[in-house]
């Protein structure tokens, strides 16, 4: 096959081409990014006295423990109480965090948790222990004392775990014990933080945190996804009771089956996504919840949600002369964060009769307010036709790795109308279009696999063809604990201790970290077939970038035939894999990507192995 390449570029890439998307589901908030290693640390939107109330947590010693509705709450947001009655001897309550603690030795911990004695007050300090210990109870890895005044009211007692070794496994639990009381004490709002991503406070996991950064994202779309819409409305996500002291914020019903606490909330969000160097594709409730639940069709119904929408804007970028901004100066940053685009819901699509009065109500209050930003539509495109026309479309796909393939040329036919798309969600999840999002049994995958990484890849070479009027994309969903989840694949997978880079996430960084800055036309490729390329010039320092994937078993060489001459060497940076081959937390490495130098020609030849994705990056003479 030879590739001849255009030496006249026909667009630019735009800055934001390549990112991330993220919502809390499959733990990847509560129990993955968020830093937070306690389960349940709150007891919130929780039941009292029922066993659910108390998921993670056990006795320690002969304890009893039990959730209540403490006559005097911590906290409006924060009703219930973990009460322990404690018996003589060493005892207490134990939490088993995410499915496992990571006790690793060179980190010190921040712990901490509230207390009140609602009886017969103790006649001296209570000494309680904190401690971080193996499962099976035999070894303790790390213990601190905090004293505890004798009181009624509630206090917070804080102290840090610095572990005397690392724990060979995350079969670990964090404990807090008496030794010297007995009695009933009532605690809440318990906390373990490990060192955070760049020392953010109440921030992210640094692991994870990491492991997003080296992808090179330009912006992050959060929070949601299904996850912002709610099952019902009452239970729809609100910024407001995501910021504020974590005694603030009451946490809520998720849309993937668990509790959220909303410790990650929009401040935390804003900040992180600052550090990261990305910037956020923020999304605000659109008046539909999942359930089924739809904000009617007038002024009045509409206002209150129009208005905690503006509220939730004016929070970003308003400045400290306004409620939103003035808080947000409160929190720490008085300077409004970056905000250029709002997207007005999710997957709309699913409720287009309503959005054709909820999408005007949103945007001809919000866009005059908010002139700078870009707001983005939810539903399909021009599909039902709104007013006001929507300058840009979130567009979601999910299918197998041969419609990705076939699919390359999804926008080639758009016009050019000053639309703008953001490719908001897409992933090949299974193997059998006639039941996507079936089980593993049935075709979906558990871990993205090589056929559906290469897939993605063709998609994308597309998307880089198209991106005059595609602005952004993102894989979805972003993470997933390999314990609990509610979706697969990911493009991370992780557990207490472990991140696993895919296929598909190393795909996605081929791409994030070799975007170039104009793309070069080139001999079109057979969408039918099994080769896809792309080739962009870089202007920094100078060069040609080639995009290779190889969608078929056979190896195939691929001669482009570069616009000017080139020098040196070019260097390659290569995956390649059998088709169902998936990296896994057995087998985290089974496929990643092989860098190599190799010799530059102005007739470039790349040879793809079958499944591969090739990344050639040959210096302009
Ligand atoms: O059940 S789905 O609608 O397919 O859920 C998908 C689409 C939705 O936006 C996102 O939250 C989720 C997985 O990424």
Not at 23 to 32: L, N, P
Not at 227 to 245: L, S
Not at 446 to 458: I, K, L, R
């Given at each position: ?5 255009n ?25 993955g ?14 039941t ?5 109330a ?56 921040n ?8 009886d017969?007050?103790?006649?001296s ?6 401690s ?6 035999g ?17 917070q007692?804080?102290?840090?775990l ?18 010297d009381?007995?009695?009933t ?5 318990f ?5 955070t ?12 945190a990491?492991?997003l950064?080296?992808?090179?994202p ?10 912002i819409?709610?099952?019902t ?7 407001n ?15 993937w ?7 990650l909330?929009?401040?935390e969000?804003l ?17 539909f ?16 949600y129009?208005e905690?929408a ?12 306004t ?6 100066a ?11 685009f ?7 699509q ?9 999408w ?11 002139p700078?930003?870009?707001f ?13 026309t ?7 796909m ?41 089980t ?7 871990f ?24 952004a994309?993102s ?19 992780f557990d207490?201790?472990a ?33 896809f390329w792309s080739?962009?010039?870089?202007n920094?320092?100078p ?8 969608t ?23 995956i390649?894999g059998?088709?169902?081959d ?23 030849v790349?040879?793809?192995?079958g ?11």
């Amino acid at each position: 096959t030879t590739v001849v390449v255009n030496g006249t570029a026909s667009h630019n890439i735009p800055e934001t081409l390549w990112g991330l998307m993220f919502e809390d589901i499959s733990h990847s908030g509560d129990g993955g990014l968020y830093g937070e290693l306690l389960q349940n640390r709150a007891f919130q939107e929780v039941t009292p006295g029922t066993v659910a109330a108390l998921a993670a947590w056990t006795p320690v010693g002969g304890a009893s423990i039990a959730v209540i509705a403490d006559s005097t709450p911590l906290s409006s947001a924060l009703p219930n109480a973990l009460q322990i009655i404690v018996p003589d001897g060493v005892a207490g309550v134990g939490n088993m965090g995410f499915w496992g603690i990571n006790v690793n030795a060179s980190w010190t911990y921040n712990a901490s948790f509230f207390f009140r004695f609602p009886d017969t007050l103790p006649s001296s300090d209570v000494t309680a222990t904190a401690s971080l210990v193996s499962a099976s109870g035999g070894t303790v890895f790390a213990s601190a004392n905090v004293s505890l005044s004798p009181t009624a009211d509630w206090t917070q007692v804080f102290t840090t775990l610095t572990p005397s070794a690392s724990a060979p496994d995350t079969l670990n639990n964090f404990t807090v014990t008496f030794k010297d009381f007995s009695g009933t004490i009532n605690t809440a709002l318990f906390s373990l933080f490990p060192p955070t991503f760049m020392g953010q406070e109440n921030g992210m996991r640094a692991d994870i945190a990491q492991a997003l950064l080296d992808l090179g994202p330009s912006f992050f779309r959060f929070p949601g996804g299904n996850n912002i819409e709610g099952n019902t409305i009452a239970t729809r996500w609100q910024w407001n009771n995501t910021v504020g002291p974590l005694t603030s914020r009451p946490g809520r019903e998720g849309t993937w089956s668990y509790i959220n606490t909303d410790g990650l909330g929009l401040y935390e969000y804003l900040v992180w996504i600052e550090l990261m160097g990305m910037q956020p594709i923020m999304a605000i409730w659109s008046g539909f919840s999942l359930g089924g639940q739809t904000v009617a069709n007038s002024p009045d119904a509409l206002a209150p949600y129009i208005e905690q929408a503006r509220q939730q804007i004016e929070f970003v970028v308003g400045n400290t002369s306004t409620p939103g901004g003035a808080l947000r100066a409160s929190l720490g940053h008085p300077e409004p964060f970056t905000l250029n685009f709002v997207e007005v819901g999710n997957e709309d699509q699913f409720a287009p009769s309503t959005y054709l009065y909820r999408w005007p109500a949103f945007m001809n209050a919000l866009q005059p307010l908010f002139p700078d930003i870009r707001f983005l539509a939810t539903t399909f495109i021009f599909n039902p036709v709104l007013g006001p026309t929507p300058q840009s479309y979130d567009s979601h796909m999910y299918d197998t790795p041969d419609w990705f393939a076939k699919n390359s040329i999804m926008y080639d036919g758009f016009l050019r109308n000053g639309t703008t798309y953001f490719e908001g969600e897409y992933a090949a999840i299974s193997v059998n279009p006639s039941d996507l999002f079936g089980t593993p049994a049935n075709g979906r995958f558990t871990f993205p696999t090589m056929n559906g990484s290469v897939g993605e890849a063709a998609f994308m070479m597309g998307l880089e063809r198209n991106a005059d009027i595609v602005f952004a994309a993102s894989y979805a969903p972003l993470l997933g604990h390999v314990t609990q989840n509610q979706w697969t694949p990911n493009l991370l997978a992780f557990d207490a201790g472990a991140v696993i880079k895919s296929t598909s996430y190393y795909v996605q960084q081929m791409f994030s970290l070799n975007r170039g800055d104009a793309y070069l036309p080139s001999t079109r490729a057979d969408p039918s077939g099994t080769l896809f390329w792309s080739v962009v010039q870089q202007n920094a320092p100078p060069a040609f970038i080639i995009k290779l994937a190889n969608t078929g078993a056979d190896a195939a060489n691929v001669t482009f035939q570069l616009p000017a001459a080139v020098k040196g060497a070019a260097r390659l940076v290569q995956i390649s894999g059998n088709p169902t081959d998936s990296n896994t937390p057995e087998s985290p490495d089974k496929v990643v990507p092989v860098t190599s130098s190799v010799d530059a020609g102005q007739d470039m030849v790349v040879a793809a192995p079958g499944f591969s994705v090739s990344v050639v990056t040959v210096p302009i003479a």
